[in-house]
């Protein structure tokens, strides 16, 4: 990945979209340095982020991993707890503001119920939604959120899009990485189109999601229509018979 140059403000919620490898990932953790770029530099709020301290940039900007990846038996509060130890020194104990925060991230997660489990006995779906408050109990500015839904069932989908948006809405700012491209098509507020490590198209969703760009970058031909119900662009892969034969 090179040549990269992404800005995002409060009150954008930016879709990363592309196909396996394109760079998505990468550019997020970019971002906050992990790992750090071998070239070039990033600002958050105005400030260059290689002169920040990991617990600066940690309150400046929570990143939410493709997998919840633990060796040990936390319970499900205690991993959400760990989203407010930039907020605390070494010896310090949890306050209960902070505890209060976590039991908000979690019901805004629906992850209540999972509450006293060890997360190496809960579902894949459900490590992905004590992530997800995990990320929220961090209480930043930015959410950098890699594939937040992967795993999920529809309503925990829509439920996950749903707290995004209103962290959004309250001037957040937040930067998905993620494939389902209805889902981006009915939330972002702006797309950002990769391949190949390369930025080919960034800006709404009605101006990036043409079938020229998907059909190129995908390397397969769609068709994109209105869905009647969202009113957003759906895009539909249009598979070619490859047992038709030719006319004669």
């Known amino acids: 990945?090179?040549?990269?140059?992404?800005?995002?403000?409060?009150?954008?919620?930016?879709?990363?979209?592309?196909?396996?490898?394109?760079?998505?990932?990468?550019?997020?953790?970019s971002i906050i340095k992990?790992?750090?770029?071998?070239?070039?530099?990033?600002?958050?709020?105005?400030?260059?982020?290689?002169?920040?301290?990991?617990?600066?940039?940690?309150?400046?900007?929570?990143?939410?991993?493709?997998?919840?990846?633990?060796?040990?038996?936390?319970?499900?509060?205690?991993?959400?707890?760990?989203?407010?130890?930039?907020?605390?020194?070494?010896?310090?104990?949890?306050s209960e503001e902070d505890w209060g925060i976590v039991w908000e991230s979690m019901r805004k997660t629906d992850t209540l119920g999972l509450v006293g489990r060890r997360v190496t006995s809960i579902s894949g779906g459900e490590a992905q939604l004590i992530s997800m408050a995990k990320t929220l109990a961090q209480t930043t500015p930015i959410m950098l959120l890699d594939e937040p839904t992967a795993s999920l069932d529809l309503r925990h989908q829509e439920l996950i899009f749903a707290v995004v948006r209103e962290f959004v809405m309250n001037g957040g700012c937040a930067i998905i990485a993620i494939h389902d491209l209805a889902l981006a098509a009915r939330y972002c507020t702006r797309v950002v189109l990769l391949k190949e490590g390369m930025i080919v198209a960034d800006g709404p969703v009605h101006e990036v999601f043409t079938p020229e760009l998907l059909s190129d970058v995908y390397g397969i031909k769609v068709v994109v229509y209105t869905d009647p119900v969202t009113h957003a662009p759906t895009v539909l892969p249009v598979i070619e018979d490859a047992t038709a034969r030719p006319e004669d």
């Open 34 to 94: 992990c790992p750090s770029p071998v070239s070039g530099s990033g600002m958050l709020f105005g400030e260059d982020i290689s002169s920040m301290s990991p617990r600066q940039i940690a309150r400046a900007a929570a990143l939410m991993p493709q997998n919840l990846l633990l060796d040990f038996a936390f319970s499900t509060e205690e991993v959400v707890m760990m989203g407010r130890h930039p907020y605390l020194s070494r010896f310090e104990s949890e």
């Open 1 to 29: 990945m090179s040549d990269i140059s992404l800005s995002a403000s409060r009150g954008e919620l930016v879709g990363l979209v592309g196909p396996n490898g394109a760079g998505k990932s990468t550019l997020l953790k």
